[in-house]
């Protein structure tokens, strides 16, 4: 596994007053910033990336986000396992049921 992705709000404390109705989403009452984080099994952290919250959602941040660069221009860690006798040669990352049905997610959590 290469990593877990995460995208959460957090509350914004001292976010100015003219600025509060920007950060802020019908589902959150406070202001908040959203960061995505991808952390591997040993709680190292790989990336980080902060956005506003806005009309973003997590699939609006990780299209934004340089994440997944060195996926696509072949630069990733090389990582290979072998699961019940079958070899893979590419990591994958644990994500929620919002993300999109790529080879590298591997989907563990339905209904968070």
């Not at 995460?6 to 406070?30: I, L, T």
């Not at 202001?31 to 973003?56: C, K, M, R």
């Amino acid at each position: 596994m290469l990593g877990s992705i995460d995208c959460m709000h957090w509350e914004w404390k001292n976010c100015p007053v003219a600025w509060q109705s920007q950060y802020r989403r019908g589902d959150h009452c406070k202001p908040t910033i959203i960061l995505e984080v991808v952390a591997s099994q040993d709680l190292w952290i790989w990336h980080a990336y902060f956005e506003v919250v806005g009309s973003n959602n997590d699939i609006n941040v990780l299209n934004q986000s340089s994440v997944f660069d060195d996926v696509l221009y072949g630069r990733a860690p090389l990582v290979q396992f072998i699961i019940n006798g079958t070899s893979y040669n590419i990591g994958y990352y644990l994500v929620d049921g919002i993300y999109l049905d790529w080879a590298t997610f591997v989907k563990t959590i339905q209904m968070p």
